[in-house]
């Protein structure tokens, strides 16, 4: 008798539970604006407190020195920041990239709006870095066959904007035309494929770079870029990046 009951009690739950539900909830919300006008908790403010000062003493260690401020509307088709940007991801993501797949990356190609801020002249801090790159922008490699590599070179020419690269020359003539390119000094051979560190957002086709979706490999180091800005920075006691030759274009 015990267990008809328990029985009937579980197909009554078993047939309530399959019921279509008839009940209308109406859900609202609305937007609060957070300003200086909202007072602060003074027990929240209490217990972080320690750990803000440690993170702004942190970011605020002087690593370095500027010997002069940079920005990237200093110049045309390359820029000192762009410059220095470029060839520290190269220096920095290279020996990542070789001990993992026995390979050297041939060239990097960054772009010019993730450059966020100026670097300034004087003390260089982790600081910076975070200013100068705020986003969590990492570095990728992409394997890509040379038709792609003169779709990348035929970008720049349009662009005709200083997207930082490094180990790449790229020169045009007067009507925008690329009429040399190399790679580490060398002819680029567009029969062959080339490795380019790049950032996750441009190999997905950001800023209309739809040549990295014809990658053959991508390769993810798990390497942000403001991270290996840092690395460069607790290494080099003066930053003093130059606009060069790398991407010019004939006057005459």
Same mark, same amino acid.
């Given at each position: 008798?015990?267990?008809?009951?328990?029985?009937?009690?579980?197909?009554?739950?078993?047939?309530?539970?399959?019921?279509?539900?008839?009940?209308?909830?109406?859900?609202?919300?609305?937007?609060?604006?957070?300003?200086?006008?909202?007072?602060?908790?003074?027990?929240?403010?209490?217990?972080?407190? *320690?750990?803000?000062?440690?993170?702004?003493?942190?970011?605020?260690?002087?690593?370095?020195?500027?010997?002069?401020?940079?920005?990237?509307?200093?110049?045309? %088709?390359?820029?000192?920041?762009?410059? %220095?940007?470029?060839?520290?991801?190269?220096?920095?993501?290279? *020996?990542?990239?070789?001990?993992?797949?026995?390979?050297?990356?041939?060239?990097?190609? $960054? /772009?010019?709006?993730?450059?966020?801020?100026?670097?300034?002249?004087?003390?260089?801090?982790?600081?910076?870095?975070?200013?100068?790159?705020?986003?969590?922008?990492?570095?990728?490699?992409?394997?890509?066959?040379?038709?792609?590599?003169?779709?990348?070179?035929?970008? %720049?020419?349009?662009?005709?904007?200083?997207?930082?690269?490094?180990? $790449?020359?790229? @020169?045009?003539?007067?009507?925008?035309?690329?009429?040399?390119?190399?790679?580490?000094?060398?002819?680029?051979?567009?029969?062959?494929? !080339?490795?380019?560190?790049?950032?996750?957002? @441009?190999? /997905?086709?950001?800023?209309?770079?739809?040549?990295?979706?014809?990658?053959?490999?991508?390769?993810?180091?798990? !390497?942000?870029?403001?991270?290996? @800005?840092?690395? !460069?920075?607790?290494?080099?006691?003066? $930053?003093?990046?130059?606009?060069?030759?790398?991407?010019?274009?004939?006057?005459?």
């Amino acid at each position: 008798m015990k267990f008809t009951n328990l029985l009937l009690v579980s197909v009554l739950l078993l047939a309530l539970s399959c019921k279509t539900p008839t009940d209308v909830y109406k859900i609202e919300g609305k937007n609060v604006n957070i300003t200086d006008s909202i007072q602060a908790d003074a027990r929240i403010e209490t217990f972080i407190k *320690p750990y803000r000062e440690h993170i702004n003493k942190d970011l605020d260690s002087i690593l370095g020195y500027s010997v002069d401020t940079y920005s990237k509307s200093d110049g045309h %088709l390359n820029t000192a920041i762009g410059n %220095l940007m470029a060839d520290v991801v190269y220096q920095e993501a290279d *020996p990542v990239f070789f001990k993992r797949t026995g390979a050297h990356i041939d060239f990097v190609l $960054l /772009n010019h709006g993730g450059i966020r801020s100026i670097i300034s002249k004087g003390a260089i801090t982790k600081r910076t870095a975070f200013e100068v790159m705020p986003f969590e922008n990492s570095i990728v490699v992409s394997k890509l066959p040379g038709a792609q590599v003169q779709e990348l070179l035929d970008y %720049l020419a349009r662009a005709k904007r200083a997207h930082p690269i490094s180990k $790449l020359k790229i @020169l045009l003539d007067r009507e925008s035309n690329v009429i040399e390119s190399a790679v580490d000094g060398v002819a680029i051979d567009f029969n062959k494929t !080339y490795y380019i560190a790049t950032n996750d957002y @441009l190999i /997905n086709g950001g800023d209309g770079m739809d040549f990295f979706k014809s990658s053959e490999e991508v390769i993810v180091l798990d !390497y942000k870029i403001r991270n290996a @800005l840092v690395d !460069y920075f607790m290494k080099t006691d003066t $930053l003093n990046p130059v606009a060069d030759d790398r991407f010019i274009q004939l006057k005459d």
